[in-house]
């Protein structure tokens, strides 16, 4: 299980990715990091909501109300042009300290 | 027998009561924990337990009260503005009321500014003539200096957001005895801003005074009773 510091790290990376797929809501996006990630990364469900505006304040992503399926209406998410740049960036952010922690951790030269 | 309208509408209120909440955000997560109550019903739990571990994963107001606070003061001082304005009509249920209170706020806010911005004039007429200062000189400063301490107190006001719902009988007599003093105080502001009438009299210096003297004051009594009304409303969550 990751620790606090590190799930709110996620947050921001995770949620502009699940929404360049598509579209999605907040129960959604939830589920699908709980599937990807197989319940190692827990999010406190509600905590999320004041996340989505906050990106949605800063133009990263779109919010829109639709009537689901069943009748319910849902506020859908989409990323704008802005939260794919930023997504870019942070792709790459995160890449460079994964490439550092590979070679780091990444298995020893053999001496024989 | 589990209801799950009324369960609903008791979880909803707090949300309510709590001023960091828009409407939106309160629909938006009913619709979450609708989704996760349907989920934990269809996990084979029955309704009443469904609805009881759906609430424990999205949390309670208590437990997303830090997390809103701090989206909610992000937000520009006019969408906190809107916030609060919401959150205080919330505790009155009555549509009319409600309706009456929103129009009743937005024009004390606007009496207010203008009873502030009177103070400069005030304390220029009494220095300028102080037994008969109740006349209006006629010069630039009273309608000029007026506009903008009317421009500088209204962002002061909207920004410090001083006015709050006080509940019960004494303090609606309160607000009501306040928006009656501040309809003389507006007639008379506009009054003499727009023909700045050297003989305006005692009755309207008086009235005027009021209006300058008593605004404000009444304003700094309502910033206390703010933060009194807000350990009101944290107890009553709690």
């Given amino acids: 299980m990751l620790n606090k510091e590190l799930t709110a790290a996620t947050v921001k990376p995770a949620v502009l990715a699940i929404l360049a797929e598509r579209e999605s809501y907040g129960y959604e996006i939830i589920k699908k990091v709980q599937e990807l990630s197989d319940d190692e990364i827990k999010w406190a469900e509600g905590a999320l909501y004041p996340m989505l505006h906050r990106l949605e304040r800063q133009r990263l992503i779109k919010a829109v109300w639709k009537t689901a399926e069943n009748g319910r209406k849902r506020k859908y998410y989409r990323l704008n042009v802005k939260g794919k740049r930023e997504l870019d960036l942070l792709r790459d952010q995160w890449s460079a300290a994964s490439n550092l922690l590979d070679k780091l951790w990444g298995p020893k030269p053999c001496l024989n | ?238």
């Avoid at chain 2, 349907?38 to 437990?63: H, P, T």
């Fill in chain 2, 1 to 238: 027998m589990f209801e799950l309208d009324n369960a609903l509408h008791s979880w909803r209120q707090p949300f309510q009561l709590g001023k960091y909440y828009s409407r939106s955000a309160i629909d938006e997560l009913e619709t979450h924990l609708l989704d996760a109550y349907s989920e934990e019903v269809s996990n084979g739990l029955a309704d009443s337990e469904a609805f009881k571990e759906a609430v424990r994963r999205i949390g309670r107001e208590s437990d997303l009260r830090d997390e809103f606070r701090r989206e909610w003061r992000d937000k520009y001082w006019l969408g906190r503005y809107v916030n609060r304005f919401r959150w205080e009509t919330n505790w009155i249920q009555n549509p009319a009321g409600r309706i009456g209170f929103m129009v009743l706020r937005t024009y004390s806010l606007l009496v207010a500014g203008l009873g502030v911005a009177g103070l400069p004039d005030l304390v220029y007429f009494v220095s300028k003539s102080p037994t008969n200062w109740y006349i209006m000189p006629d010069t630039w400063f009273p309608f000029f200096g007026r506009t903008m301490m009317t421009v500088f107190a209204l962002a002061a006001i909207f920004n410090l957001m001083p006015f709050t719902q006080w509940r019960g009988f004494r303090n609606e007599l309160f607000r009501l005895s306040y928006a009656q003093l501040a309809l003389c105080g507006l007639i008379i502001n506009i009054y003499f801003a727009f023909t700045a009438d050297p003989n305006g009299g005692i009755g309207t210096g008086i009235v005027f005074t009021s209006a300058v003297i008593v605004g404000p004051v009444l304003w700094m009594a309502q910033m206390y009773g703010r933060r009194r009304s807000k350990l009101d409303a944290s107890l009553a969550i709690a």
